[in-house]
């Protein structure tokens, strides 16, 4: 019986992976996607109406978050999988189709980017139940703590990974996004994904996923899993997190960023090559979290990442200006191109803050819900909801960026990380130890 047990948890641990990957990867496809849009008739020009499509995707999360978490709560962890890799086909296609319509123009931009936007909402949607399932069933299958914790760092690498390739795959195959570029042209990569969710919604068929922890059926709620402080503090904190996990690379690969390089093609795809860097950084420190995560309290790790992560921030905007020279061989639409190109300085400064954010959500998912115990999956559900901060901060910081200028759009992520680093330092703490979480 045990071996069946231990069986049935590796099953269940390889398949939250292999999701874990795929929402890292859908979940950053929007930033560059929407790039070439944002090089259309009405849109061009404007750093927010290009981080729209970014918007969408997290918008779902808002939307849908508490609803996903009484999904997962009602019909459990498989049926919820297979809704979250339907839906994310379905929101794919719908993207696809928006590059092979004409549909005129709305409002001075063209009627199908709005089509695009709609596919990128069924995107988020698909991404908010994923995260749903695999963050309270991963952390849960070993009992919670530090090993809970160790657990979600492992699967946060296979996350980092699959971001980071979504950051470089549209400069790899567009080069510079100019008017003539179509968002057409990445419909390689995305009917790649789209059959990606859908060979994974036939293998979870099959698959014996259970729910890990079985709660009676009349289970009464006689709370809310915001009613314990820390919860409710890691809930804000979790909005604010995303804000900075989006905003950074986001930046870092930005036009912004290309600029600063002569722009062109190949500052195009060495400006993707860093915004993945970000991301190989977060692979980095998630795989080493996962080594490491069993014997680092969490709150000290939160307590470390934020400090650092600020102190990079501070020195990155401080050099943004200056540049460095680096020879760079190019692939894709510039395949074996070698160029020297001017690198501006505090960018390494932030792709570095990857090693640090790479820790942050599954330690803040650890901290707020320790001792919640049957609030667990509402908890969750919260969460859910308060990644729309990976589409509202960085929207935030698109439109300081227009208005006021890039260096200054750095408060923005500066801000999210002294209040996680406050939550880290007072307010982790479950100071509501009377309340019945069983």
């Known amino acids: 019986m045990d ?5 049935g948890s590796f099953i269940a641990i390889a398949t ?9 990867f859908m979940t950053y496809l929007a930033a560059p996607a929407g790039k070439i849009w944002g090089g259309c008739p009405g849109i061009a020009g404007s750093t927010t109406l290009g981080m729209m499509g970014n918007m969408m995707n997290f918008l779902a999360y808002l939307v849908m978050g508490y609803p996903m978490g009484m999904v997962l709560q009602k019909f459990g962890y498989k049926v919820t999988a297979l809704l979250a890799c339907g839906s994310g086909a379905a929101g794919i296609l719908v993207q696809l189709l928006s590059g092979h319509v004409d549909l005129g123009t709305a409002g001075g931009v063209p009627a199908a980017w709005y089509v695009y936007l709609f596919g990128a909402f069924i995107s988020g949607a698909s991404n ?4 749903t399932v695999i963050n309270p069933m991963l952390n849960q299958i070993v009992g919670g703590g530090k090993k809970g914790n160790q657990l979600n760092l492992a699967g946060g690498a296979c996350n980092s990974m699959f971001q980071g390739f979504s950051m470089l795959i549209v400069p790899m195959v567009v080069g510079e996004v100019t008017a003539q570029t179509k968002f057409a042209d990445v419909t390689g990569v995305l009917l790649s994904a789209a059959a990606v969710f859908v060979v994974a919604t036939l293998i979870i068929a099959f698959l014996p996923i259970q729910n890990p922890t079985a709660r009676p059926k009349t289970v009464v709620y006689e709370r809310s899993a915001l009613a314990f402080r820390h919860c409710l503090l890691g809930v804000i904190g979790i909005f604010l997190y995303m804000g900075v996990e989006a905003g950074i690379p986001a930046a870092t690969s930005s036009n912004q960023i290309k600029d600063l390089m002569g722009g062109g093609d190949t500052a195009a795809v060495v400006a993707g090559s860093l915004g993945m860097a970000v991301f ?5 420190g998630r795989m080493l979290g996962a080594a490491f995560g069993g014997k680092i309290a969490p709150r000290t790790m939160l307590l470390a990442a934020t400090g650092v992560s600020l102190a990079l921030l501070a ?12 020879p760079f061989t190019v692939a894709g639409k510039v395949a074996g191109e070698t160029a020297t190109v001017n690198v501006p300085v505090g960018a390494f400064c932030f792709v570095l803050m990857g090693f640090c954010t790479s820790v942050m959500w599954s330690v803040i998912f650890n901290l707020s819900t320790e001792g919640v115990g049957k609030y667990t999956e509402q908890a969750a559900g919260f969460f859910m909801t308060m990644v ?7 929207l935030l910081q698109s439109f300081i ?4 200028g890039f260096a200054v759009s750095f408060i923005v992520p500066a801000a999210c990380l002294a209040y996680l680093f406050v939550y880290a330092l007072a307010f982790s703490k479950n100071v509501n130890t009377d309340i019945k979480v069983d």
């Not at 071996?3 to 069986?7: R, T, V, Y």
């Not at 020195?315 to 680096?326: E, F, K, P, R, W």
């Open 3 to 7: 071996q069946q047990k231990k069986g």
């Open 401 to 404: 960026t227009d208005k006021v």
């Open 128 to 131: 908010c139940l994923l995260n």
């Open 16 to 24: 939250m992976f292999a999701l874990y990957a795929m929402c890292g």
């Open 388 to 394: 729309v901060g990976g589409g509202v901060l960085p």
């Open 280 to 284: 190989v950084c977060m692979l980095v």
């Open 315 to 326: 020195i990155g905007v401080g050099l943004i200006a200056g540049n460095v020279s680096m």
